[in-house]
């Protein structure tokens, strides 16, 4: 099953129900190499899921010391696509490595994305 870690929103139960018709199982994991910052959420409808005008968002920084803590949780195929329709277009759903050696599913800022491929690691 694939993993997707969440360190925001995701975590809600309402927002897992209403995106995912389910509460997900998990386990607490940390990110290391990126820090949160804050994006404006303008979508009404993750508006009204999410109850929150702004959201966390990753920023890969590229120092080892930055982390993040948040919750691994496993989903199915269809679910990693009903979690890309609930990110807004201001997220890039990208595979990594976490602390515990699992390999997830995270969502980063795209402007993020673009550096990390540009070689800014």
């Not at 005008?53 to 890969?60: E, G, S, W």
Request: hydrophobic residues 30%; contains cysteine.
């Amino acid at each position: 099953m694939p993993k997707l870690f969440s360190y925001g929103t995701l975590q809600k139960e309402q927002v897992q129900l209403e995106t995912f018709g389910r509460l997900l199982q998990g386990e607490k994991d940390t990110l290391s190499g990126y820090i949160l910052n804050m994006l404006e959420i303008t979508d009404p409808e993750v508006l009204r899921k999410s109850g929150q005008q702004y959201h966390p968002v990753l920023t890969f920084s590229g120092n080892n010391e930055d982390e993040v803590e948040g919750k691994l949780f496993e989903v199915t195929e269809a679910e990693i696509l009903q979690a890309d329709e609930y990110e807004v277009d201001d997220y890039k759903r990208i595979e990594t490595t976490f602390k515990s050696g699992h390999k997830g599913f995270i969502y980063v800022g795209k402007w993020c994305f673009t550096l990390y491929n540009d070689g800014l690691k």
